[in-house]
């Protein structure tokens, strides 16, 4: 069976074939389709990822270890991932979607990958998906930029559009509240293209710019 | 000591101490502090109620799945839960914060009990962590409004302005990309008051205004 090839290759071995079939079931098949599946993988990647990161770097912060796992776990990488592990021809589709290209979509194998974690996660206990994801990810670690971890939301915003000839972002304050000593700003990042508009809001404009960037830098990663 | 009564409340002994004191340090007071504990915590916790709601409701789809998460896990109810333990008496602070009633505010309230998950994970593995989230947010599920099951963001947000007798949101589409039979529509959902401006993309501008909606009902629960 071609799904047996699947679990030699993330090294696991299901003791209920059926959430892996359910994992590999997309809604346009039939139900039980892996949307549930995709909500609990989601959440186990990112604690996983979390867990392997916190020991690998020791030393940086808080906001570092965020920027990395954001670096690591995304669309794009869930993607190719998906693709290296040949999961678009597991996954079973109804017609339509078949047809207009569903097992090559990223967001589809994104999604998958994320289901068989939460279908791992179920049948073996928390470890064992931990496991997988430590294998799947571990290899990325190496190629990671390491200058994301110097680098400011504002500055890999700018960075980013500069990167693809678009125009770069304008922040403006909306909202200053509070007295001197305890005041919050709002800002918002406007990024013209891709029509983007975040908010952001902190402690002093350059922190709320910050945060408004961190997020316009985000969802652009995973609009990708 | 004290630290005792906590590992008492939430039934959980530590092999390491310290990492329960790390734990309980807030920026403000010293090296090593909490702030990379609570990286870590925020998705043990998000991970461990993921896998509670998800067997606790067999029957509801991801996204009621993640109106339900989103409904426990927030800084209000972090906040009430780290009061329960009477976290904040226990959290080392710097002179400053201190007198500034950082043993009371919210965020921090919520961040430290992040940090003690992200400690008892390290310290136990992740499912000592899960028993100790299922053991504080099971009492929260008996209290769960059952509407946010059936509502949808824009009934929700509506709902939330609503009740605070605030304005109304607007939802503006910005643009709208793609040929007739593949569509990508950007909706901003622009709320006067708190201001905040989010952008939603979807197949169609429904489902644009839906996640857009959805983003900022999210934030103004995280703002409280």
């Known amino acids: 069976m071609a ?31 892996n949307e549930r599946l995709e909500f609990l993988g989601d959440s ?32 794009q990488a869930l993607a190719e991932l998906a ?35 939460g ?12 496991r997988v994801v430590v294998s799947l990810f571990t290899p990325l670690l190496q190629g990671l930029d390491p200058q994301i971890l110097s680098k400011d939301p504002k500055t890999l915003l700018q960075e980013y559009l500069q990167s693809r000839r678009l ?7 909306v909202a200053a509240t509070g007295e001197a000593h305890q005041q919050q700003f709002q800002v918002e990042c406007v990024v013209p293209k891709p029509s983007l508009r975040t908010a952001g809001t902190g402690a002093s404009r350059r922190s ?6 961190r997020q316009a830098y985000e969802q652009l990663q995973t609009q990708n």
């Open 3 to 33: 799904s047996n090839i699947l679990c030699r290759k993330i090294g696991y071995a299901f003791n209920h074939p059926k959430l892996l079939r359910q994992a590999l079931t997309h809604r346009s098949h039939s139900l039980p389709h």
């Open 44 to 75: 186990i990647l990112n604690c996983a990822v979390a867990g392997l990161i916190f020991r690998r770097f020791p030393d940086v912060t808080e906001g570092d270890l965020s920027r990395i796992r954001a670096n690591l776990v995304n669309q």
């Open 208 to 213: 709320a710019e910050q945060e408004a960037a």
């Open 167 to 173: 125009a770069l972002p304008q922040y403006i304050v």
């Open 83 to 117: 693709q290296t592990l040949e999961l678009g021809g597991l996954i079973r589709f109804g017609e339509g979607e078949l047809k207009s290209g569903g097992d090559r979509r990223p967001s589809i194998l994104a999604d998958t990958l994320e289901a068989v974690l």
């Open 119 to 130: 279908a791992i996660y179920l049948d073996g206990g928390f470890p064992e998906a931990e």
